[in-house]
């Protein structure tokens, strides 16, 4: 599974979009972008993925540049409830093991 | 996610217990997997399950047994607890036929003394 960075830590004004990014240059392609968050201590949450093409959901929106290179993951509308740790994994989808490789993630406060 | 539980919550024990962690799911999903947490480390992948029959070691299994009882179900055991098992403990489920998606439950709180 690639390898990717995210900054270890970001701040966001409640109500503003937060806009965490994560690079992933050596992507392979069948590898999707994954993005999770675990707010403190409890189970990790799932949020998103896509291949290539940018997504959408309730939650929240995944750019991923042409390239594959690097993705964001876009919050809309922030919440204090949505400070957490937000990882992005890159991985086959239905591989043979079905490990998450978890980084260290970026740590997003939300301030008031 | 309410649809993957775990009990208990939280556990403490000395150290060459025999401990039994239990996750149950209600999503019908075939893979069940658990994971550990230590601070600064991330989550380790321990044992994996693609069914009832299939059972895979993670990366850290040693010291460490599952059981897959039936479909919604995937227990951890330490046979002899140390206190370098001390962690979070989490269970997960995806289906193969979906997305592939990894749903966590809440997590067991483990303390071995």
């Known amino acids: 599974d690639a390898k990717t960075t995210q900054p270890p830590s970001m701040d966001c004004a409640e109500g503003r979009a937060a806009n965490l990014p994560c690079n992933h240059s050596?992507?392979?392609?069948?590898?999707?972008v994954y993005w999770y968050r675990q707010i403190h201590s409890q189970g990790p949450q799932y949020i998103i993925h896509?291949?290539?093409n940018n997504e959408t959901n309730e939650m929240a929106s995944l750019i991923i540049t042409e390239d594959r290179k690097s993705s964001t993951l876009i919050l809309p509308h922030a919440t204090l409830r949505d400070t957490a740790v937000y990882y992005c994994i890159v991985r086959v989808r239905s591989s043979n093991t079905g490990k998450l490789i978890f980084g260290q993630g970026t740590t997003l406060q939300v301030k008031p | 996610d309410a649809d993957v539980t775990q009990t208990p919550r939280n556990r403490i024990t000395k150290t060459g217990k025999r401990i039994m962690l239990e996750c149950s799911q209600t999503?019908?999903?075939?893979?069940m997997y658990w994971y550990r947490q230590d601070p600064g480390l991330g989550l380790r992948l321990i044992y994996y399950?693609?069914?009832?029959?299939?059972?895979n070691k993670g990366e850290i299994s040693d010291g460490y047994s599952v059981s897959r009882q039936a479909q919604a179900k995937f227990s951890l055991s330490l046979e002899s607890a140390i206190p370098n098992q001390t962690a979070l403990y989490f269970c997960?489920?995806?289906?193969?036929?979906?997305?592939?998606?990894?749903?966590f439950g809440p997590g067991t709180r483990l303390t071995v003394l």
């Open positions: 399950s693609f069914d009832v029959k299939d059972i």
């Open positions: 997960a489920t995806s289906d193969l036929g979906g997305q592939d998606t990894q749903y």
């Open positions: 999503k019908g999903h075939d893979r």
């Open positions: 050596t992507i392979s392609g069948n590898e999707y």
């Open positions: 896509g291949l290539k």
